[in-house]
């Protein structure tokens, strides 16, 4: 151990940083005032967990924006945020969708994989590949008979007219029964006979028009068995004055009609824009054609996938919670937050000024592990592999006791103009036994009063 003597000495932070926004925007809050302490924020660690799900619900990604703000890492880090609603919509939007997809196929993967097997494998029965393959087996058949129809009428040139057709036929059937009595006096109304029953029919002989014949009533009594409209049994009372006879009559009758009538219409109809059936049946097969090649091809390139659908859906919902990743990053960089410890040492905004990106707000020092940076005189050679112990009284006080602070040293250069002065960065642990600095930030030291020594 040997003794140097300083020139010039000072205390440096071992980190020091302007903190500032990735993106700019208005400071919405600040918590940080000068001379606070100041936690490091361990991003590469709470990055790596961005993924992590709610427990118990596998669907439901934790951290978004109000997982993100309630993070206790969070919470103890962020000095100041800027107004980031627009930001914590978006991301909270992607983690609901997520949610959704997860319940719409990844939830029941096993399940979906099998039923998609099922239904795309080329060598399933009935799976779609097959069905495709038939369908455009059945096309060609359709324009290969529509094409031998055309040929056995004649019809492969162009067609000018057509003809159409309307035929109808009409039926009717109708049947009428009635029966008529008369008295002889007056004639009585037409009436239905019913199978099997008793009419009634009273006349007075007064409103009838004949000569002599005394004022009375008469009552005719009509007992009917009717079938199909003929009488088989009847009887009539009168009762007239003195001398007269009755007459009375009864008839019955019924009449059938059936027709029918046949109708026939025929159009001939012409137009300017003529037709080719023929040809027009054999784009349409072209078209359905192209259109199943390319259907055929697309089931080909997906099937192509169904080998490793576990796989598949694995880095699917990979690749969805990596675009929420996105957003949670984006989110988290409206938070200031400090990646090394220390104390504030300088605050250059305040909630409601503008700021833009990459603008210093906030200055962290570390004045937990310092650099001593100065020149010492010394008669030998300095290298990495050496300690330096220094011994002072700080601010030079009477009656204080000295201060004793060593480190490695961490950078040394000799002097060209004298052999024995060096520039030397001494890495120094600032704490003592309780947690506080030992020294100073920027502090200088008095050579007066300040000895070193190497060893």
């Known amino acids: 151990m040997a003794a140097a003597k300083i020139q010039n000495l000072r205390v440096k932070p071992s980190q020091w940083a302007n903190l500032c926004f990735e993106v700019g925007g208005v400071m919405g809050s600040s918590s940080v005032e000068l001379g606070d302490t100041v936690t490091p924020f361990d991003f590469p660690t709470f990055y790596g967990n961005l993924g992590t799900t709610v427990l118990g619900m596998p669907a439901r990604l934790k951290f978004d924006s109000a997982g993100i703000g309630a993070d206790p890492g969070v919470t103890a880090s962020t000095l100041c945020a800027l107004r980031a609603e627009p930001a914590k919509a978006v991301l909270d939007k992607a983690v609901a969708a997520r949610e959704n997809s997860f319940y719409g196929k990844y939830a029941n993967q096993t399940a979906v994989i099998a039923q998609t097997r099922a239904y795309y494998d080329p060598g399933t029965l009935n799976s779609k590949p097959q069905r495709l393959t038939a369908l455009s087996t ?42 008529t009595v008369n008295d002889g006096f007056n004639q009585s109304t037409n009436t239905g006979s019913q199978n099997g029953t008793s009419n009634t029919f009273t006349d007075n002989i007064a409103t009838d028009i004949a000569v002599d014949i005394a004022s009375g009533g008469v009552t005719n009594t009509i007992s009917d068995d009717v079938s199909f409209g003929v009488a088989t049994a009847s009887s009539l009372a009168s009762s007239f004055g003195s001398g007269f006879q009755a007459q009375y009559g009864v008839s019955i009758g019924r009449a059938d009609s059936k027709g029918e009538a046949k109708q026939l219409q025929s159009g001939v109809n012409t137009d300017y824009g003529y037709r080719v059936p023929n040809l027009e049946n054999s784009a349409q097969n072209h078209r359905a054609q192209i259109s199943l090649m390319d259907e055929q091809f697309s089931q080909y390139m997906y099937a192509q996938n169904l080998p490793n659908l576990e796989k598949v859906f694995q880095n699917e919902l990979s690749s969805i919670d990596l675009d929420v990743k996105r957003l949670q990053v984006s989110y988290l960089s409206t938070l200031l937050l400090s990646p090394i410890p220390g104390v504030v040492t300088g605050r250059y905004k305040n909630p409601g000024d503008r700021v833009s990106a990459g603008e210093a707000v906030v200055r962290v020092e570390n004045n937990q592990e310092i650099y001593l940076v100065g020149i010492l005189v010394y008669r030998g050679m300095i290298t990495l592999s050496n300690t330096v112990t220094v011994t002072t009284t700080l601010f030079s006080a009477t009656g204080t006791p000295p201060t004793v602070i060593s480190g490695q040293v961490v950078a040394a250069r000799g002097n060209q103009g004298n052999d024995d002065r060096w520039e030397v960065v001494v890495k120094c642990n600032n704490l003592d036994g309780g947690g506080n600095p030992i020294l100073p930030l920027h502090y200088s030291f008095d050579y007066d009063s300040t000895s070193a020594t190497i060893a």
């Open 138 to 179: 059945i096309s060609q058949n359709q324009t290969d008979l529509l094409y031998a129809a055309y040929f056995a009428d004649g019809r492969l040139a162009v067609v000018k007219s057509t003809t159409a057709e309307i035929r109808s036929t009409t039926d009717s059937v109708s049947e009428t029964c009635s029966t």
